[in-house]
């Protein structure tokens, strides 16, 4: 029956019993550059859409006996492979232990990527804040192998699923770790603005605009109010217009066949914002809000994380219309406790930073390559140093 | 009694969140107000009643490792008593929450938001507690950890970014005009 599925079997001479070995090639996709986490620096490889690929790529990585890829099957009709990797002798093994326990305990017909598997393990699904990070790259699955943390891979999708994750692995990219120091911590800092941007800024204009005109300087306030003096909406029915046009000019670019893509996108968000601020719809100040909001969402790594902001600063423009200032800091005082209130695998989702312990090299600033000698202790791992206080041993032999 | 504990810097934060705010923001007025050339006499003495009273409560505490007031109301007059020291309690931080949230709004509404109703900025409040109160009490000191340095840091900025207004002349005299009638008479 083997030999008829196109399998090739073994015979070895003096043993009782044969070998059945696939050897079936499907056709596949061949490993290409990430398309979604682009880096200069970096590899450019991504996995792929077959499980065992995957796999081949973290180990080509991890040349290291320890690395476990434990196999396991998911839905009861798909029979969706998952590989569960870890390093042994790093990770802690409860944290194990659970990803495998919540793995195995999901009753689904079939699993069909790892988004879906993503929303199936996370402890909860509050304010749509993703709890573990998705990646193409499997240099950033081995980084975060090595940190302690549990990777999964899902046969038909060409993302691993880290757990647990924290609120900086958001923000934080695989290139800047390939970088000095000081330019990796430039581009955190400039990161963590552009999140301010993408959830603040729209809502921080309606407030300022709405009820707190007097903290603009009198020349900026004038120019603000000559280009609203023809518009007839109010500031609430302006941005939000000119909000969800971005969002659908965004959303079409993606549909749209990939030689006119790009296009359409230049000529939707040029000509549409030209227009209507010709017609007198909007006003030119707000088209620039709209535009520096949308060039700061692009800038956040993590395509859910960057989604859940944008999706909640729709939140904040109307509790900045509602409120001003007030609202803002109200809506901003509970969005932050909710981030607080997270677990992820029962690590707190604003680790290291609330509840504050030392993060040991690992907060959000990456400090020099040679003083990361520790691994983060919220993971609690078997192996908690990284590396020797002098690993730079040439320096002083 | 919390069964959940919270680390030292979280327990400071949380102190230092009443503390500061009250203490940077409205005291000084108050006291200038009241005392006028005599606040920082004033100041000093006040202090020191209020080390002796603290320290009167830290060695009277110190009996009793580990329990609240509730705990040892208990265990002074039974369930009875506790029952009454946390009605007396709860009516306590009900009554001062309620005084100083229609304070605040009404400042608020003085400054900010004329043309609107008191009772919709209360509302925002009411509901922002209420979603705080829902989540799990390590939320509130975990957000209030995040928030405290930032507040503290606006404060230190604003001290420095006005430095230039302050009038160290005004200081003088230290110890007031009239340092023994202080205790007497407060109207010169």
Known sequence: MALIHGNCVLFVDTLALAFDIEVKGFMQRSVDSPNNEIVIKGPHEAFVENIRTNTSLIRRIVNNENLIIENLEIGKITKTKCAVCYIQNITNPDLVNEVKYRLNNLEVDSLLSAGELEQLVVDSNILGIPQ???????????????????????????????????????????????????????????????????????????????????????????????????????????????????????????????????????????????????????????????????????????????????????????????????????????????????????????????????????????????????????????????????????KYK | MLKSKIGNLEAIMLILTIVVVHTILSLPTDILKTYKSSSLLNILYVGIIAIIFAYLIFKLFKNFPGCDIIDISEYIGGKGFKNIVGVIFISYFIISSSILLRNFCETLKIIYYPMTNIYFIIALFVIAVCVANHLDFSATFKANSIFLPLALASILFLFFANINKFVPQKIFPILGERIFSNFCDRDY
């Not at chain 1, 300022?208 to 007839?232: G, K």
């Not at chain 1, 932050?336 to 992820?344: A, Q, R």
Request: charged share 15%; proline share 6%; aromatic share 12%.
């Open chain 1, 132 to 394: 573990v990070l998705s990646t193409e790259r499997p240099d950033k699955a081995t980084r975060y192998l090595l940190r302690g943390r549990v990777v999964v891979i899902v046969n038909g999708t060409p993302y691993g699923i880290i757990m647990p994750a924290i609120l900086v692995d958001f923000l934080t990219s695989s290139e800047d770790s390939n970088l000095k120091v000081e330019f990796g911590n430039f581009l955190r800092g400039l990161r963590m603005l552009a999140a301010f941007i993408t959830l603040l800024l729209p809502g921080l204009y309606v407030a300022i605009t709405s009820f707190h005109q007097e903290i603009l300087p009198t020349s900026l306030l004038y120019s603000i109010l000559a280009s609203r003096e023809s518009v007839p909406f109010p500031i609430i029915l302006e941005i939000l217009l000119m909000e969800i046009s971005f969002e659908l000019i965004r959303e079409a670019g993606l549909r749209v066949p990939s030689p006119v893509g790009p296009t359409i996108g230049i000529v939707g968000a040029l000509v549409l914002g030209q227009a209507a601020v010709s017609a007198g719809i909007v006003s030119q100040i707000l088209i620039i809000v709209v535009a520096i909001t949308g060039i700061a969402s692009f800038a956040i790594p993590d395509f859910s994380f960057g989604f859940h902001l944008r999706y909640f600063r729709f939140l904040f423009i109307l509790l900045g219309f509602m409120a001003g200032f007030l609202g803002i800091g109200l809506g901003l005082f509970v969005y932050i406790s909710i981030l607080c209130s997270i677990k992820s695998f029962g690590v707190s989702f604003t680790s290291p930073y609330a509840p504050a312990s030392s993060s040991k090299g690992n907060g959000y600033l990456l400090p020099p390559i040679w003083k990361r000698e520790y691994r983060a202790p919220f993971m609690d791992t078997k192996r908690p140093k990284t590396q020797e206080k002098i690993s730079m041993k040439w």
